[in-house]
């Protein structure tokens, strides 16, 4: 199921495909191939537009590791391909992109199994690599800790902030984007919290989002996701549930030039309730969780739930 919320291969390359919208419908070009490389394979491309309409993308190369190219004029042709290095090889997971407002520092973030000395199996180092006009720069962020997916980050007006979590919910500022502070927890209970979500408003308020997977004990009576219990209307269709447990949704918010805090962490699920779900909504979401601000700056949670729920799309 979709949802939405609002609140206020052999050798391979990477190919982009571009789309023109008319009245009667859309109209692709042919691929382009952004990558060039034929001796080796292209994987986990992420793409962004920045402010000044330049397209951006990274990709995972099998034997160069991360690669970056932008296009100037409207994808109808790439740059050449800039080359992370050596430290990116082996990388996992799809690398993220975010673009300053001029368009003229990009950031990248991304992670790959733990080189650290004694570093339990399962671990990720955590990187940021800085690039900018003739110059790449690439910073560790965290070493040795426990991923489900990609470190996620986004410009906050006065430096980078990057996010990741497993177990835990961390942030790290940097006011220059090649130094970064000690990371911060914001989880508020201890959790199975996937990859968190990141977004900036126009006033430089950093919204931090995640979901959990408290849903997974089968066994425990209530259980939204996998023993949905209630009210049943005469097909024995649940109407009204009763569950009290389940995915739980977290939102964190930082004010603009404030420092994260754990103590600004709400449990959206303890929020979102209407006559169905008079206990709060628990989903069954993990890892699918996206937060974007739309031109009004209003700020959107959108995700797929996996409960066995009839639920259909939401704002």
């Not at 733990?114 to 690599?129: C, E, I, L, Q, R």
């Not at 997916?149 to 979590?165: N, Y």
């Amino acid at each position: 199921m979709f949802h939405a919320k609002s609140l206020g291969d052999g050798p391979c390359g990477f190919v982009m495909g571009l789309c023109t919208a008319t009245a009667q419908g859309q109209v692709f070009s042919q691929p382009t191939n952004v990558s060039q490389n034929p001796a080796s394979d292209s994987v986990y491309p992420a793409m962004i537009v920045d402010s000044a309409g330049n397209i951006d993308v990274a990709w995972v190369d099998s034997a160069s590791g991360i690669n970056f190219a932008r296009s100037t004029n409207a994808g109808l042709s790439f740059l050449p391909a800039v080359r992370i290095g050596n430290v990116s090889i082996g990388v996992a997971f799809q690398p993220q992109i975010a673009v300053d407002p001029t368009g003229t520092i990009i950031e990248i973030a991304w992670a790959k199994p733990s080189a650290a000395s004694g570093a339990p199996a399962g671990t990720f180092d955590v990187f940021v690599s800085q690039l900018t006009i003739g110059a790449v720069i690439t910073t560790p962020v965290s070493t040795a800790v426990k991923l489900v997916d990609s470190p996620r980050l986004a410009f906050d007006g006065t430096g980078v902030d990057v996010v990741w979590g497993n177990t835990e919910t961390w942030i790290s500022h940097s006011p220059n984007g090649t130094t970064f502070n000690a990371p911060i927890n914001l989880s508020i209970a201890p959790q199975d919290s996937g990859g968190p979500r990141v977004a900036v408003d126009k006033s430089g308020n950093i919204f931090v989002a995640w979901t959990d997977r408290l849903a997974e004990d089968q066994n425990k009576q209530g259980n939204f996701c996998t023993n949905p219990t209630g009210t049943t209307n005469g097909n024995g269709i649940i109407t009204v549930f009763s569950n009290t447990f389940g995915g739980n949704y977290y939102l964190n918010e930082t004010p603009s030039l404030s420092t994260p805090n754990s103590a600004n962490t709400r449990n959206l699920s303890k929020e979102w309730v209407d006559q169905n779900y008079p206990a709060g909504y628990f989903g069954c979401s993990y890892d699918s969780l996206h937060l974007f601000f739309d031109q009004k700056d209003n700020l959107h949670l959108l995700w797929a739930d996996e409960a066995p729920l009839v639920r259909g799309a939401a704002y």
